[in-house]
């Protein structure tokens, strides 16, 4: 049987974030895009709802609700800034890799600092992305080294979400070089440890509230313990590796879903007041069919989102029943759809207001630049087609071709 009806829990958890979203984040999205950061009283309000670790299990100190609950509450979030997501104190994706990727005890102790009463001034982050790729093997340029009973990381990480806020970062380096991305190791490292240095934030496109830079690394000596340890190199991390990814991606993808709808709304009440020729230019063929098009757009990704979430939800049961496969090849077309989709909706957004479209009096020219950056957060559309076509085809997920890196098309993370 299939349904698409939220609970009444979640219908209730939807309303609250929808009046944070209405009331407190879509009225100040210039004043958050001016200061370039959300204020103490919005961070705080979304850690006392708990968003920022709905979706990571209750055993590690996240709320247990699932990816269903997740999506829909980020797409509501987005409704009202789809900057405030990635703003928000928290773990952020740092969350989810250290439950993907960590022990039990590692995830606990990584994500204790995020459950406290001042967690809302807290941040994570992943530290993924690089600039340079290696010439002479498939990996990652960040090298850890055997040092001791430890370890110890060089190299420089690009693209990284909350650089300059995190106090945790789950940083990615290779550990066998002879193995390419099935050499790839996690670690937890403070950003009090010495040679780790943080680069001057980036100027980007969009998304302007959250934060996107760089750091390096030079000697920076890790615990054996804090290398996370839940899987070790080899098919069984190369998966959880993405696992992570894909579940990050969906988190994004909602957020997609949630700017395609606002930009929906804004340009269909634009279109209902703005006259030409003695009628609303919504009643002209050419802009009708536009907004039709857009409505078809928001409705499929939302279900798209909606089926890959429910997936993994029936992959972590208890009982499973359904295969993670099945859930990855979901996930891939909710987030290839979904980038592509939010992108017309904040185009056509711009096109349809006209000459105002460009004027920052009116919401939609952030729109269209926040859509174009989050094309490239969590997994890239075309890193989505060849995860979807691997499963399609019944053929090994090579972590190499299905996630972001320097030799194809990075992205933040």
């Known amino acids: 049987m299939i349904g698409f009806d939220p609970t009444e829990d979640q219908k209730m958890m939807q309303a609250a974030v929808a009046q944070l979203a209405k009331a407190t984040l879509a009225p100040r999205q210039r ?29 590690i100190g996240g709320g247990g609700l699932g990816m269903t609950t997740a999506v829909l509450l980020e797409e509501e979030v987005a409704y009202g800034d789809p900057a405030a997501g990635f703003a928000f104190g928290g773990p952020g994706s740092l969350g989810l890799a250290v439950a993907e990727l960590g022990t039990g005890d590692q995830a606990k102790r990584a994500l204790a600092p995020f459950a406290e009463a001042d967690g809302y001034a807290r941040f994570g982050a992943v530290a993924w992305g690089e600039r340079r790729a290696v010439a002479d093997r498939p990996g990652l340029a960040t090298i850890a080294t055997r040092d001791g009973d430890g370890w110890k990381l060089d190299g420089a990480k690009a693209y990284v979400i909350n650089a300059d ?82 579940k990050n991606a969906l988190l994004v993808a909602a957020r997609g879903v949630g700017l ?93 207001h006209g000459g105002s479209g460009f004027i920052r009096d009116y919401p939609v020219e952030k729109m269209m630049r926040d859509a174009k950056q989050l094309q490239l957060c969590g997994m890239t559309a075309e890193h989505a087609d060849q995860l979807a076509a691997a499963v399609e085809l019944g053929r090994p997920i090579d972590p190499g071709l299905v996630l972001p890196s320097a030799e194809s098309q990075n992205a933040f993370v």
């Open 165 to 246: 806020r995190a106090g945790t970062f789950v940083v990615f380096a290779q550990i066998d070089a002879s193995k390419g991305w099935s050499g790839v190791g996690a670690f937890l490292v403070s950003r009090t440890a010495s040679g780790l240095d943080i680069a001057a934030r980036d100027t980007t496109l969009g998304l302007d509230a959250a934060s996107f830079g760089g750091i390096t690394l030079k000697g920076v000596k890790v615990a054996d313990r804090d290398r996370l340890a839940g899987a070790e190199p080899g098919a069984a991390f190369d998966a959880a590796l993405v696992r992570f990814f894909a």
């Open 260 to 352: 395609a709808r606002a930009a929906f709304d804004v340009t269909l009440a634009y279109t209902e007041t703005r006259k030409a020729f003695g009628k609303p230019i919504g009643h002209f063929q050419a802009v009708a069919f536009n907004l039709a098009d857009r409505a078809m757009d928001l409705e499929a990704a939302r279900l798209m989102v909606w089926r890959a979430a429910t997936e993994w939800d029936a992959v972590a049961g208890p009982p499973a029943t359904r295969d993670e496969r099945a859930a990855l090849k979901q996930t891939a077309w909710a987030v290839s759809f979904v980038h592509e989709a939010a992108m017309r909706a904040g185009d056509d957004a711009v096109q349809l």
């Open 31 to 59: 004043e958050f895009e001016k200061a370039r950061a959300l204020p103490d009283d919005v961070r705080k309000a979304a850690h006392e709802m708990g968003l920022a670790t709905a979706a990571l299990p209750e055993a």
